[in-house]
């Protein structure tokens, strides 16, 4: 039998984005720098807009296109955290109002004598 009718294959997967390695290191980045970057992208794209067709505004449009992408940075790695949070919320490990026999600890039901 082929590889080719396989229900494996890599036919049947999604192809991998083109720029995956530097999506993933660029969302690896820290916060503070994926910030200084949106802006500093908008600037330069305003300055060229700007520059090649002498329009004094779209450089100020660039600006707010830098802003913009520096608050969606600042969203996206929000709710990343906030994903990862819940998560770790759900853990059993993490749950301190039930023991595993489902009973309430002992601290937490007023019981500690003070």
Do not use: C
Not at 23 to 28: K, L, P, R, S, W
Not at 44 to 65: C, E, R, S
Not at 82 to 92: G, H, S
């Amino acid at each position: 039998m082929s590889q080719k009718n396989s229900p494996t294959s890599s036919k049947d997967a999604p192809p991998e984005p083109r720029f995956k390695k530097l999506v993933v290191g660029a969302n690896d980045l820290s916060l503070g720098i994926s910030i200084v970057l949106a802006v500093l992208m908008g600037v330069g794209i305003g300055w060229v807009l700007q520059h090649f067709t002498g329009i004094v505004w779209l450089f100020w449009l660039g600006v707010a296109w830098g802003v913009g992408g520096a608050v969606l940075n600042i969203y996206k790695a929000y709710q990343r955290a906030k994903k990862e949070f819940d998560t770790l919320a759900q853990d059993p490990k993490y749950s301190y109002t039930h023991t595993k026999n489902g009973s309430k600890n002992s601290s937490e039901s007023g019981s500690d004598g003070l």
